[in-house]
């Protein structure tokens, strides 16, 4: 069944140029999926799911260019006009970018790109993850790994999650599981098979290979970007980036490229864009790390994000930031 979604895009469209941008690229993308389960166990379920993306490049000159995201389960919740203000006034803002010097930094991180690191931190608690080798969780079961204030919990089901199943790949009915609370980490993410061998119970997230994340969701702070940005004595604010590539998976070791608009705060005020930059840290140093957590959150889903993350802006502390080459 095809759907005209023209007016929503238009609407994304009309909101990035109004906000400042001269050209509108992007994408919006819906779906509706039935996955079908039958086993030799007894197992027969269905289950019929909606998804919609929207991603909007704004562009003011080869050099600015804005980025805005929307996700929702329905083309009716989708705020598209958010995300091409977003993506506009950032394109708008990112004129006339300086280079950066290299040291270490107060880094404020959008929440499209936490998302990127948050989804790094549900893969690395998966039982599949931790027996490869690639997880910077083993072991940690009852210890502390983030700042209190910074709670992890994946949901099967959950208003927003556009990944959300009523049954994981073995047919077990999906549930919420807390990853980390208040900084401790609480449970790795579990299949029947898994579970077998550490002596405990699934938590319903198998896949057809490894257990995985459905929806992950950080949970809020107290704080606007606003006072954020005020906290911040030299560091530099990223709204966007791409190419994480990890040095370790098992110590959490990355780097990643900012893209679109970013900026150099002294003094708790934006001084001016920046670029030409790469941040180079740890995700567990992240962790303990962040000062702030904001209180505003939003899904995000792109195709830098695969799962699904219901996200804030994190201040963090003592960030590498290097040139980028």
């Known amino acids: 069944m095809l759907i005209d979604n023209s007016e929503y895009a238009a609407r994304a469209i009309d909101a990035a140029i109004m906000s400042g941008a001269k050209r509108v690229a992007g994408s919006l993308q819906g779906t509706m999926q039935k996955v079908m389960l039958r086993t030799s166990n007894g197992v027969d379920s269905s289950d019929i799911r909606t998804a919609y993306t929207l991603n909007v490049r704004a562009f003011v000159e080869k050099d600015a260019s804005g980025h805005g995201v929307a996700v929702s389960t329905s083309i009716k919740g989708l705020d598209v006009e958010s995300a091409g203000k977003q993506a506009g006034s950032n394109a708008k803002n990112a004129l006339s970018p300086k280079q950066v010097e290299q040291g270490k930094y107060t880094l404020l991180i959008g929440r499209t790109v936490f998302a990127n690191l948050v989804e790094a931190i549900g893969n690395s608690a998966s039982a599949f993850s931790i027996e490869s080798g690639l997880s910077f969780l083993p072991d940690k079961l009852g210890s502390e790994v983030a700042v209190q204030t910074f709670s992890l919990t994946d949901h099967g089901q959950v208003k927003g999650g556009v990944n959300s199943r009523s049954f994981d790949d073995e047919g077990l009915p999906t549930r919420t599981t807390s990853i980390i609370e208040k900084g401790v980490l609480r449970s790795h993410l579990h299949n029947s098979t898994t579970a077998k061998k550490w002596n405990t119970d699934s938590t319903a997230n198998a ?112 960030v590498t930031i290097t040139r980028a080459t």
Not at 256 to 285: C, M, Q, W
Request: aromatic residues 12%; negative net charge.
């Open 207 to 318: 896949g057809l290979i490894e257990p995985h994340p459905w929806n992950l969701e950080v949970s809020s702070g107290d704080s606007s970007l606003e006072e954020m940005i005020s906290e911040v004595k030299r560091g530099i604010y990223i709204t966007n980036n791409w190419y994480t590539r990890y040095q370790s998976y098992k110590l959490g070791e990355y780097s990643t490229l900012p893209r679109d608009y970013a900026a150099y705060i002294e003094n708790g005020e934006i001084k001016h864009s920046v670029a030409g930059f790469r941040v180079s840290d740890s995700i567990p140093r992240q962790l303990r790390s962040i000062r702030m957590i904001g209180k505003e959150r939003s899904w995000v889903k792109w195709w830098e994000v695969h799962t699904p993350v219901l996200c804030p802006d994190v201040l963090v502390d003592d």
